[in-house]
Each structure stands twice: as structure tokens, then as C-alpha cells.
């Protein structure tokens, strides 16, 4: 079965420490691979997506994601916390199906960063 | 206006009412898509339109009816919803290939907060 795996349901970091959020994912094919953020009252926003080439991915409010396609894994992480990147943080996977590729979600992780 | 906007932001209504949640996009795409996001649950797509033209209805109650008139609007007419109707629905846009494909990353608004009473 396609499925989107976030482990964590909470992760707290003190401010200034590195965050790790973890996804895993089983999609048969290449997979695309995004994250996005949803601060409080507020719709999901795009952080940053894997569709082919380094697996090193960097994108917005410095947050980084490594692709490990043996660990099946796309580990969202950023090497110092804001108090501001509190807030839920949802893995998603895209995978063919027909003419159109759909998005399979993660329940989402919920980061605290704390002072 | 940019990006994705979503009205009204907050909405009550009965079980008997009938209401409608409209979305407009102002990033030029061409495909648009309801979800609904309840606590605890993966995020549930709905409805999927690619140029207008519905290509996705993932086995939505006939209660929720999208209309799609242009690229830039997208409504989702409401009737006879039940309580656990209640969520919030967001509204997401993004650029699809004629091709097919959904490489590309989708843009959300704000969503409507939706109690049914």
C-alpha cells in the first residue's frame, strides 16, 4: 500500500538547537517528495520538494531535507530553532496514478521550539 | 490580493442551510483543489479541478457540490451537511502540465472553519 509515515507526533527542540521532523514514505515508482508548514489558523504553506538530482534539498526559512532512498526516508531538519518555526509540519508523497499524479499525506508533526 | 483567498474565513450552519465556500487564486495556475482537514486525520482531497474541468471526486458526499466557473474561481456549494461535516476547508492551487502530473507544488489559502450545528 502507498503511505506517507510521520512517527513523531510532537517533537520540542530548545531554541537555537538542530530540529529533525522524520517521514517516511512506500510509494511504488519515483517518488516527489514535499514538506509544508501550517502555522496556527493559516492554510499549509510549501517549504521545499525532492523530484530528482541532489538529495540534499534546501528551501524556505532555512529548512533543508535529505532524500535516502534506501531508508525510504525524507528527514526534514534545519541546524538552529526559531521560537517562530513552532507550528505543524506535514509530509506528502506523489505518485503516479494514470495521467495525474496524487498526493498521498502524512498526519502531520507537531514542532515546539522552546525558549 | 495574492496568493490564494479563501471566503469567509469562519462559517456556522445548520443542518437544513445551504451555503457556499468560494476561493479565488491569483498565481496563474491552472489547476485547483478542495480538502478537507479534520484533527487526527490525514488531509482528505475532494474534489480536483485541471483546466476547468473536474478530474477528481474522491467519493465526496452529494451534499458537497464544486463549481469551477474560470481558472481563477472555485466554489464548494454547501446543503443538508451533517455535523461531522465539520472542519476545515482549504482550498489549494498549483500549475499541472497538460501532460498530467503534479510535480508541481500546490499553494493553499486559509481555509474556512466550518461548524455545522
Known amino acids: 500500500a502507498q503511505s506517507v509515515a510521520q512517527p513523531e507526533d510532537q517533537v520540542n527542540v530548545a531554541e537555537g538547537n538542530p530540529l529533525t521532523v522524520k517521514c517516511t514514505y512506500s510509494v511504488s515508482g519515483n517518488p516527489y517528495l514535499f514538506w509544508y508548514v501550517q502555522y496556527p489558523n493559516r492554510g499549509l504553506q510549501f517549504l521545499l520538494k525532492?523530484?530528482?538530482?541532489d538529495n540534499l534539498v534546501k528551501g524556505s526559512y532555512g529548512f533543508e531535507a535529505e532524500f535516502n532512498k534506501s531508508q525510504t526516508s525524507f528527514h526534514l531538519k534545519k541546524p538552529s530553532a526559531l521560537v517562530s518555526d513552532s507550528a505543524l509540519y506535514f509530509c506528502a508523497v506523489s505518485r503516479h496514478a494514470g495521467n495525474n499524479r496524487k498526493l498521498i499525506w502524512g498526519l502531520g508533526t507537531s514542532l515546539a521550539v522552546n525558549p | 490580493e495574492t496568493g490564494v483567498t479563501q471566503t469567509p474565513r469562519h462559517l456556522v450552519m445548520g443542518m437544513t442551510n445551504k451555503k457556499s465556500l468560494k476561493c479565488e487564486q491569483h498565481l496563474g495556475h491552472n489547476a485547483m483543489y478542495w480538502y478537507k482537514q479534520s484533527a487526527k486525520k490525514p488531509l482528505e482531497l475532494m474534489f480536483v479541478?485541471?483546466?476547468?474541468?473536474?478530474?477528481e471526486n474522491n467519493s465526496v458526499p452529494s451534499r458537497f457540490s464544486p463549481e469551477c466557473p474560470n481558472s481563477s474561481h472555485l466554489f464548494l456549494h454547501l446543503h443538508t451537511l451533517q455535523p461531522e461535516d465539520s472542519a476545515l476547508y482549504l482550498c489549494?492551487?498549483?500549475?499541472?502540465?497538460?501532460?498530467?502530473?503534479?510535480?508541481?507544488?500546490?499553494?493553499f489559502g486559509p481555509g474556512t472553519r466550518l461548524t455545522v450545528t
Open positions: 479541478y485541471n483546466f476547468k474541468e473536474q478530474t
Open positions: 489549494a492551487s498549483s500549475q499541472v502540465s497538460i501532460a498530467g502530473g503534479l510535480a508541481y507544488e500546490q499553494y
Open positions: 525532492y523530484i530528482t538530482g
